[in-house]
């Protein structure tokens, strides 16, 4: 167990506290800029099984442009890998939700049975450049649809520059925020490392997630659990719900 009396916490105890459940990785094979094809697919969910975690929900990318992805699409997928990895004898449990961009698409998704995780909060991502004229909007009619808005890696846009005031701007609208796993050892630069380091002390953190889409990201995950300060300190400042997801 995590016990607040240690500065140190090993791998395994960041794993247990994080309910061994990843909530946002691109894991299903040939649907977007996460693994290319089955084999990769196979490689790197067998390397979050031995990281320790029991349940992945995957979340491919939906955005009209790059990723026209239709849930239909994921699903059926999904049901491909689960039989390709029971053919591997992987025993992990693996659900697929989205990763939903705010373009001009969103709203016809939203309004369709979108793919939640655990049934209740819909994941989505904007531009890292540049915030979305209509957001507020966008989240309000999440709300109102009665899911909960969970922000991909808040820590991760470039635009976000008065972080009082836009973080928590967020909070009051009612959105969670996921935290990316690689943020913390520093694999998308200096001002993703300094938002997640602010999140963390403020205690706005919600869920971690480790965006898993190919190699790199797990050698970079590996590394970024060696933080044990920086773990110490997420667990002791922030509510992390993970857990409730097992
Ligand atoms: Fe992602």
Request: proline content about 3%.
């Amino acid at each position: 167990m995590f016990s607040i009396f240690r500065k140190k916490i090993t791998k395994n105890e960041i794993i247990e506290n994080l309910g061994f459940v990843d909530l946002h990785s691109h894991l299903i094979p040939n649907i977007d800029d996460g693994a290319k094809n089955l084999k990769q697919s196979i490689e790197l969910i067998k390397s979050l099984k031995e990281i320790g975690y029991k349940k992945l929900i995957t979340t491919p990318h939906i955005m009209i442009d790059a990723y026209p992805n239709s849930e239909l699409d994921i699903t059926t997928k999904l049901l491909n890998l689960k039989l390709n990895l029971a053919k591997e004898n992987i025993a992990i449990t693996i659900e697929a939700a989205a990763e939903y961009y705010i373009d001009e698409g969103f709203l016809e998704h939203l309004y369709n049975k979108p793919l939640l995780i655990n049934s209740e909060y819909l994941l989505f991502e904007t531009s890292y450049m540049s915030k979305p004229m209509n957001l507020e909007d966008q989240i309000h009619e999440i709300n109102a649809k009665g899911y909960k808005p969970l922000f991909a890696h808040p820590e991760r846009y470039r635009y976000i520059k008065d972080f009082d005031k836009e973080y928590y701007r967020f909070k009051e609208l009612g959105v969670y925020f996921q935290l990316d796993l690689n943020s913390i050892g520093g694999f998308y630069g200096k001002d993703a490392h300094k938002k997640a380091t602010y999140l963390v002390d403020k205690g706005l953190v919600d869920f971690i997630g480790s965006d898993t889409h190919n190699k790199k990201h797990i050698n970079n995950l590996l590394e970024s659990l060696n933080e044990s300060n920086f773990w110490y300190k997420l667990f002791k400042k922030n509510k992390i719900l993970n857990k409730n997801l097992l």
